[in-house]
């Protein structure tokens, strides 16, 4: 018996759905008791080499055609974006075939809208690809810890800054020296806004919260933060402080509201997530029960996503893909103000007596303790950093006393401000 | 609509797992779409405090109770051992009862004549809870990574163990300081041969090299040696070479078989497996599409092991736990002496000129070549160690060589050696 399957999308993930299915196809049959069968693939491109031959029979650049096949069981969608993606999974949804796709960014906007639209057909989508790439992270959260009240979710959720940051952290590359060879090497686009500026990153955790939390999550809400502001000496400066600078996807369910953010964070060295280098992903996840949970691996890729889509289209098979249940009513998002954490202040001053004393001054007018500061020698343009760790304080009271301090004549630029997280959990 | 939970076993993961149905049952019902209906509790011990008060008729000292109750639906068997735990899950099973099982001695030993007489009659097991406690990984190798064919499965399985290690790398005690230690905070039991001689990581290995490469492994085959011989100053010479010395499970598919052994094993300090300290669980599986991946958690204890069972249960209850498919023939495990690695030598010497030259002409005719050396000052006993990394080698030359050099008069202890891992695959 064989279940059909049909792919919009022929690109990277696309071919890689294909060349496994055709690699692994016969110990797939064995496990799944059924065989997947490739009926039909859309791509608007059907000249480029892909390293793989297709019976042209299965092929059109007609999107529609994979949807209304009568052979295809499954539809999935693997050309990202908003538009076309939404109509075609809407129509195949329509057609009451259940769906699989990798798309984060359609999830995060429009996941409500599609999953009520499916579950009202009694029908499923798979997105298991959506997030970590070929990290089981949606089955973890949706079946591995149904038992749990999930507490917090941080994660290296988008491998192309993960890169950047480790060779700006092992290399002292400039952000843009590091962008660079990221592209260089494939990993990084010709526009790389969507990884570095974390909205990425903001997509996953969207779904992801989603998910763990059991209410949809706006994604407008949700505060992003990238990472081209970093430089080399605040790398080295956390590091001084025994920390690693990281971009860190993070969602907490605090007991008056989610939080939920990404921005570069500063992690205690010795974590597992501040030692997943270069292009990996990792989500460390707490749960009541469980404790804290890590995964590890590649968050993208042709391959390791064809194996994230491989396992929905196996549970869809089998009939063990089933739709999380969201309550009707969104998930609360907090206000980045009410913050609580930990902070990573650097102050370009000019090296004169009483500068240090002012700046703690107001900090202590804000309620803000100072946990260790680091004071170097002069640089070049006559100003020195001061940085200092604080102690955990309100995110609304840290911006107010930087107002303040960046208006003093012997502040010299903008503080820079990180954020850390120190897992006391 | 609910679904009756008879639980056979009223421990420390048994009465994790009512604690959790009560704290969480809620929301487990919302996520599963029924409820999860405790039924029954059997236990011979029923006075002792578990810190959970339940109605007196949902107590027997019968396990039989349990299985016969009509209103019992899923029968979780929590006492651990070969019987009567093996009996107990038969009966259920005969009963037309799905079963969940936390208990690794068996389904290492029996998992094969089980799993036939679960699918005969067309039900499942769950065995989320028996290896890794709350990681998913059971979940991860049988549903997620369908679509791969499973390389390599590299795990950190006995928490013990791994907090024992831990103690003695960071703070130089001696193994026994550090089981007492152990002992003492209730993470090594009085009698510790279980954790510390392998015992229970080869129990575990068994299951997922099984549940991987889709063949039973035979449990008898598994290879291995626990840490009680390990010493501080090997330790410590490991570190020199920029290892962590860890007890990993391991099984791999080779083209010619399979290798399954558990034993300390040195793992370069910059792997997560490496990274992975005190009484936490890691494994480290590596598929042919999805690359490698890291699953990191409490590989024990009451709630995180009661999350697992969880799992299983909600699966159970929405239809959705199958049974792994495997092939009639058992794997067939490969020799240790066909082992290739790279291998860990100390040597207790003689302090006298040639003796490095004596061992490794021996070495040379063996065809193991040395990677690297180190030679520290003369211990008090007169005998120096010598410490050498080689490069890759037959286990069987390694054994016949040291046999020899064991022999020569300058030799004064048996060498030590312990196998390396270099995580190239």
């Known amino acids: 018996m064989g279940v059909g399957i049909g792919i919009i999308g022929f690109g990277t993930v696309g071919s890689g759905v294909v060349k496994l299915l055709l690699k692994n196809g016969t110990i797939l049959k064995e496990r799944v008791g059924k065989e997947l069968v490739l009926k039909k693939v859309a791509d608007i491109d059907l000249e480029r080499d892909r390293g793989i031959k297709l019976p042209s029979e299965l092929l059109t650049r007609n999107a529609e055609h994979v949807i209304e096949d009568p052979e295809v069981d499954i539809v999935v969608e693997l050309i990202g974006g908003i538009q076309p993606a939404r109509d075609y999974i809407l129509k195949a949804l329509e057609r009451h075939k259940p769906v699989v796709t990798a798309n984060k960014a359609l999830l995060a906007q429009y996941g409500k809208e599609l999953f009520k639209f499916a579950a009202e057909r009694g029908l499923s989508i798979g997105f298991e690809a959506s997030v970590g790439g070929g990290i089981p992270i949606v089955k973890a959260i949706k079946e591995a810890l149904v038992g749990n009240d999930i507490k917090a979710i941080f994660g290296i959720l988008n491998g192309t800054s993960n890169y950047i940051l480790t060779r700006m952290s092992e290399e002292g590359m400039s952000f843009n020296e590091a962008l660079r060879e990221a592209q260089r ?16 990153a903001a997509h996953k955790i969207t779904i992801l919260a989603s998910l763990a939390f059991g209410r949809w999550v706006d994604f407008r809400k949700v505060y992003v933060e990238g990472i081209r502001d970093l430089t080399p000496s605040d790398i080295q400066f956390a590091k001084e402080f025994g920390y690693a ?67 929905d289209l196996a549970d869809l098979a089998k009939g063990n893909c089933y739709l999380p249940s969201f309550k009707d009513e969104d998930g609360s998002v907090k206000e980045m103000g009410e913050l609580k954490t930990v902070y990573y202040l650097r102050f370009s001053a000019v090296d004169r007596p009483g500068v240090l004393s002012k700046i703690s001054g107001i900090l202590g007018e804000n309620d803000i303790s100072i946990a260790s500061v680091i004071q170097k020698g002069r640089t070049r343009k006559g100003a020195v950093p001061i940085v200092m760790i604080t102690h955990e304080a309100v995110e609304r009271n840290i911006k107010r006393a930087l107002r303040e301090i960046d208006k003093l004549d012997v502040i010299k630029k903008p503080t820079k401000l990180i954020r850390a997280e120190v897992f006391d959990l």
Do not use: C
């Open 185 to 200: 090497m494939g990993i990084a686009e010709a526009d790389p806004s969507l990884d570095v500026d974390g909205w990425d």
């Open 245 to 311: 600078i990281k971009l860190l996807a993070i969602a907490k369910k605090d007991p008056d509201g989610i939080q939920i953010r990404v921005h570069p964070t500063m992690v205690p060295e010795r974590h597992l997530l501040a030692q997943t280098r270069g292009y990996f992903n990792a989500i460390y996840v707490v749960g009541d029960a469980v404790g804290p949970l890590l995964f590890y691996g590649q968050g993208a890729g042709s391959l390791p996503t064809a194996s994230a889509v491989l396992s």
